[in-house]
């Protein structure tokens, strides 16, 4: 069964202190990882789709990085507006775009 | 373009009666799945279709339900309600099930209240 952890659920920063988001995976051929950002009463948002080891990808302040067994969402020097749930999902080769999603990082950045 | 479209944005509805939520897919995507999401279970997947059949079908009961027209906007109905319905659902689109390079966008959601 494919299963996803992320870590921590809730992530305190202050402005400008850059840190890192984890995601654990256990899947059957993985396809792709999703990162997505998701604000309140919101649905989720696109960030990142990652396919191999080693792969990284950018956009603004956000990076992510993926291994065999974990992928990382880092952010660098986050604003307030930043603060939001981020959520991991993979996709296994057999399962079409069914996506199995983590918990979600809650991440709160003040000014 | 237009994103993933789904109607109702909010509703309440009683105890044993039945809805339908509606979700029109980005223009030219072919792929629909759908999400419960709730704060104790996190997001959860329904089923996918693809071509007007159902290609994947997540662990929920038979109450649970959808289907896909021709032109690959989909449905999906709850019947019977019960309290634990009580969730934001979510429709994802993407151009085909599964291959590669495959950006698979979400909706705003339907928030469901059971009461």
């Known amino acids: 069964e494919d299963q996803v952890t992320q870590s921590p659920e809730a992530l305190r920063l202050q402005e400008g202190e850059s840190s890192s988001l984890n995601c654990s995976y256990t899947v059957s051929g993985l396809r792709g990882l999703f990162w997505y950002r998701q604000d309140p009463g919101k649905g989720p948002e696109f960030l990142f789709t990652?396919?191999?080891a080693g792969e990284e990808k950018e956009k603004e302040r956000l990076k992510a990085t993926l291994t065999k067994k974990e992928s990382f969402l880092h952010i660098t020097a986050p604003k307030p507006e930043d603060s939001a749930t981020y959520l991991c999902a993979v996709q296994a080769g057999n399962a079409g775009n069914m996506l199995t999603f983590g918990g979600g990082t809650r991440l709160m950045v003040k000014p | 373009k237009a994103g993933v479209t789904q109607t109702p944005r909010y509703l309440i509805k009683t105890r044993g009666q039945q809805v339908t939520l509606s979700c029109s897919p980005i223009s030219g995507h072919r792929s629909v799945s759908w999400y419960q999401q709730t704060p104790g279970q996190g997001l959860q997947f329904l089923f996918e279709?693809?071509?007007?059949?159902?290609?994947n079908k997540g662990n929920f009961p038979g109450r649970f339900s959808g289907r896909q027209f021709s032109n690959s906007r989909s449905e999906m109905n709850v019947s019977t309600l019960e309290l634990g319905d009580s969730a934001l659902y979510l429709c994802?689109?993407?151009?085909?099930?599964?291959?590669?390079?495959?950006?698979?966008?979400f909706g705003e959601g339907s928030w469901l209240t059971v009461v």
């Open positions: 279709y693809f071509s007007e059949t159902q290609r």
């Open positions: 994802a689109s993407s151009l085909s099930p599964g291959s590669g390079g495959n950006t698979i966008y």
């Open positions: 990652l396919y191999s």
